[in-house]
Nanobody
Framework: VQLQASGGGLVQPGGSLRLSCAAS????????MGWYRQAPEKQRELMAV???????NYPDSVKGRFTISRDNARNTLYLQMTSLKPEDAAVYYC???????????????WGQGTQLTVSS
């Protein structure tokens, strides 16, 4: 599976942005996709994950502000981000993998990352 992320940029605090991730290859081998982010000197963290059936999960830090969605016909994953804060600034990575019982997500494939800067 190949993933191509896009849509990052500079946004003012309180603003919105949508990231996209185009997937190609053996899509049938995965059952979930997710977005991670990594800020400088911090570990990569899972921001949102969605199953092939459309069930989504988010950490409390972004719940209500971020929405993950997927267009199965276009094999494209999205992350709509609203009410952005400076602490949301990071490189965002899309991923594809497997959601196991217990809502445990195992990413097997990664996109190249797209930079989000939140600053006035």
């Amino acid at each position: 599976v190949q993933l191509q992320a896009s849509g990052g940029g500079l946004v003012q605090p309180g603003g919105s942005l949508r990231l996209s991730c185009a997937a190609s290859g053996s899509i049938a081998s995965i059952n979930a996709m997710g977005w991670y982010r990594q800020a400088p000197e911090k570990q990569r963290e899972l921001m949102a994950v969605i199953t092939s059936g459309g069930s989504a999960n988010y950490p409390d830090s972004v719940k209500g502000r971020f929405t993950i969605s997927r267009d199965n016909a276009r094999n494209t994953l999205y992350l709509q981000m609203t009410s952005l804060k400076p602490e949301d600034a990071a490189v965002y990575y899309c991923s594809a993998g497997f959601m196991a019982i217990g809502a445990l997500y195992y990413p097997n494939y990664w996109g190249q990352g797209t930079q989000l800067t939140v600053s006035s």
